[in-house]
């Protein structure tokens, strides 16, 4: 079994700056893509950014690129989304997943494990 926890949620005002965290325990060799999902109230969860099991691929949705960057620190099992000049329609709760291929890209149909998710609002 795997378990993902995230943390470094909470209020923020447009423009600022987060940085989301993500833990897995448990059978961690089933960690190896990784990625960041969120759904807004009312809409569906959508892709935010996924990296590599290494770190060298990484993608992220055109909403966030500039302003969102994924990381991993595979010694702490952590993979990371600092996210910054935060705007309002960022607002949601944010997911990590894991999946133990390589890399799995933006369709969260390839990933195994979720974490119960983190909320993120942006005031404006």
């Known amino acids: 079994q795997v378990q993902l926890v995230e943390s470094g949620g909470g209020l923020v005002q447009a423009g600022g700056s987060l940085r989301l965290s993500c833990t897995a325990s448990?059978?961690?060799?089933?960690?190896?893509?990784m990625g960041w999902f969120r759904q807004a109230p009312g809409k569906e969860r959508e892709f935010v950014a996924g990296?590599?099991?290494?770190?060298?691929?990484?993608d992220y949705a055109d909403s966030v690129k500039g302003r969102f960057i994924i990381s991993r620190d595979n010694a702490k099992n952590t993979v990371y989304l600092q996210m910054n000049s935060l705007k309002p329609e960022d607002t949601a709760v944010y997911y990590c997943?894991?999946?133990?291929?390589?890399?799995?890209?933006?369709?969260?149909?390839?990933?195994?494990?979720w974490g119960q998710g983190t909320q993120v609002t942006v005031s404006s």
């Open positions: 990296i590599s099991w290494s770190g060298d691929s990484t």
């Open positions: 448990g059978r961690t060799s089933s960690c190896r893509a």
């Open positions: 997943a894991a999946d133990r291929a390589y890399y799995s890209g933006k369709y969260y149909q390839n990933y195994d494990y």
